[in-house]
Structures are given as C-alpha cells and as structure tokens.
C-alpha cells in the first residue's frame, strides 16, 4: 500500500491545524460580538454596562505545540447585586479533558457555556470527569444542563453549564439558536433547584452527558 512521505503528511497536519486556529479566532470574535450585542439589549437595566469587558485565555496541550482550549469570560454584574461579580465563560475544547474522559468517550471537539462566580480560564478549566465525580457537588437537569448550588450567601444565581458539539456551530444562525439565546434565557432568573427557564425542543439540541439526574 502507497504511502504518503513524512515530509508531506506533516506538512497536512500542519497545515489543517492553521486551517483549525483560523476557525477559532473567527469563533471567538463572533461569539463575543454577538453576546455583546445581544446581553446589552436584553439586559439593559438589570446589568451594570462597565461589566462587559472580555477576557481572553489558552491552554497548551503536554507537548506545548498547540492549544487543546481556549476561553473567553464576560464579567456579568447585576444591578440588584452590585457588590457581586459572576462570569459568562466560554471554553472551546479541541483536545483533551475538556471533550473527554474514562466514562465519557467523546472524540468530537466542544463548546462549554458557563455561569458562575469563578471565570473558566487555562487554569480554573472545565473536564468532563468532574461530570461523573461523585465529590462534586454537581446536578443535571435531563443531562443537558449541569448546575452547582450557590456558592455566594444570600445571592440566589447558581453557577450553571451547558454544551454543544463544535462541528454543529457552522453559520450566525447556529451560535444564536445553539448559544446565544440559551444564555440569554438562563442568565435572566435566578435558578431555584432544577427550575430551569428554557424550551425543551432547544435542549435536545445539546450535547449529553449522560451522567446521573437528581
């Protein structure tokens, strides 16, 4: 059987993960333009306008050749709770634990939406073992949406976290039904359990985790 050259094969590889950087950054720029622009005009009273600045982080992989995630955090600060400074973080996971783990073989890239008072960043990230780790304290709701109990006293938002297969985020249209308009619903009421506001036909849309349900 013919085979490629090493010399040509390396110069494919290198080439599609240019192709793949290239995909990202273009991902980023649109997702921050959008959430911008979408939380600024649904939230306009009940967010503070100095909260939305966007904080950009990576994640080499072990071999320090390329980055397996990359992340991007909005301050979000509500009016009602001046003195408290929670984050809308997106983790782009390519490679790694960000996509997998012993109980979860995924082998597709990720999306991961995240709420909470912590930002995701290269080193506060998101693994999909945490999702099976009976020490976290972690619920899900029809195994779409993962969130954790209010970490802040007498702050009634709990940190919450969704995601979607990367390959399904192919037009504008995709990030708004996929990401924008999940954010927008689930940033607006507190969550109080498993009392989620969102449709469910958006949910099936999502990537499951296939974990436990409480």
């Known amino acids: 059987m013919d085979t490629f050259p090493i010399e040509t094969s390396l110069h494919h590889a ?4 240019q192709e793949v950087g290239n995909h990202i950054n273009d ?7 959008l959430l911008s622009k979408h939380i600024q005009q649904s939230f306009q009273k009940a967010l503070l306008r100095k909260a939305l600045s966007w904080d950009y982080s990576d994640k080499e992989n072990a071999s320090h050749w390329f980055y397996e995630s990359t992340y991007l955090s909005l301050p979000i600060i509500y009016s009602q709770y001046p003195q ?14 960000g996509m997998c783990s012993g109980q979860i073989k995924n082998t597709a ?14 080193e506060n990230t998101f693994e999909l073992k ?3 780790n009976s020490g976290e304290d972690i619920y899900s709701f029809e195994d779409k949406i993962l969130y954790w109990p209010p970490a802040i ?8 976290l969704f ?11 995709d990030l708004l039904i996929k ?7 689930l940033l607006q009421p507190p969550i109080k359990g498993s009392a989620l506001v969102i449709a469910t036909n958006v949910l099936d849309a999502f990537f499951s985790y296939s974990t436990r349900s409480r």
């Open 14 to 17: 290198m080439r599609s993960l």
């Open 27 to 33: 991902l980023t720029q649109q997702l921050e333009r």
């Open 84 to 97: 408290h400074t929670f984050h809308l973080s997106i983790q782009i996971s390519l490679y790694g634990a």
């Open 109 to 122: 890239p990720l999306l991961h939406v995240h709420f909470g008072e912590t930002p995701l960043n290269h």
């Open 130 to 132: 945490q999702v099976n």
């Open 153 to 160: 006293h007498g702050c009634p938002y709990q940190p919450w």
């Open 163 to 173: 995601s979607t297969l990367l390959e399904e985020l192919k037009s504008e249209d």
């Open 179 to 185: 990401v924008i308009s999940p954010c927008l619903s």
